[in-house]
């Protein structure tokens, strides 16, 4: 049985911290935490901490702080991250409408399931998705929590364009893309809150740790919540 965590160097100027190799969320919370711990003991020469579904990645300076003190410094953080309170978890329910134009893959979606259109929606909708951890494009948030009975692989040519507030998955990920870009998603709805706005801040509404629902509304319900925020949704 392999020792977790791990602590390498990634490059001259990183320390990647990586938990069990599964996307989990337990893994995901010792992700957090340690990155809160780290976060909070503001050591000289840190300039990020950043989470992924199971590692951390931890860039410094090493004019300030030599590779073997900083791995240290990280070590004694792992044993107090366990007893770090997180955030409370936030809840989101974004409204979304599904199917026709703006779920284009809902149908073929339902066919290789062997499930009606209305069947994966409903699934889809009651499921609550772990936030665990935002990146990629414009705070892409990454998602976790799809349930088995909808997994279906990446499209095998991804599109070349889909409209932000796009609503998919893929194999057990799952996402609502912030801003119009290509993807090899499912795409089965859409919402129109807006997900990324770079003018406030923080301009993403999500941290790792929240919880995303997409409660299924008509197109009139959908287009009612242009231009209104995560945040009135919670």
């Not at 240290?72 to 044993?79: A, E, N, S, T």
């Not at 699934?123 to 665990?132: H, K, M, P």
């Not at 009975?149 to 932000?164: A, F, I, Q, S, Y």
């Not at 919540?225 to 995560?230: E, H, I, L, P, Q």
Request: proline share 10%; net charge negative.
């Amino acid at each position: 049985m392999e020792d977790w965590p791990k602590i390498k160097p990634s490059g001259d100027s990183a320390v990647l911290v990586e938990f069990e190799n599964r996307i989990d969320p337990e893994v995901n919370r010792a992700v957090r935490a340690l990155a809160l711990t780290i976060e909070s003991d503001r050591f000289p020469g840190v300039w990020e901490v950043l989470p992924a579904y199971r590692t951390l990645m931890v860039t410094y300076d090493p004019l300030q702080v030599e590779y073997p003190v900083l791995v240290d410094r990280i070590q004694g953080c792992l044993g107090r991250a366990g007893r770090i309170d997180l955030p409370p978890r936030r809840v989101f329910r974004l409204p979304t409408v599904y199917g026709g134009a703006h779920g284009p893959d809902l149908e073929r979606v339902s066919r290789v399931l062997h499930l009606s259109p209305e069947e994966v929606t409903r699934e889809f909708s009651r499921a609550r998705f772990l936030v665990y951890f935002i990146g990629f494009i414009c705070g892409l948030a990454y998602l976790g929590g799809l349930p088995e009975k909808l997994r279906v692989p990446r499209l095998t040519t991804p599109r070349t364009w889909v409209p932000g507030g796009s609503v998919g998955f893929a194999g057990g990920q799952v996402n609502a893309i912030t801003t119009d870009q290509p993807s090899g998603f499912n795409y089965i709805g859409r919402t129109f809150v807006i997900l990324y706005d770079p003018r406030t801040f923080p301009p993403i509404p999500f941290v790792a740790g929240d919880e995303i629902l997409f409660p299924p509304v008509s197109e009139e319900e959908a287009l009612e919540a242009r231009g209104r925020r995560a945040e009135d949704f919670l």
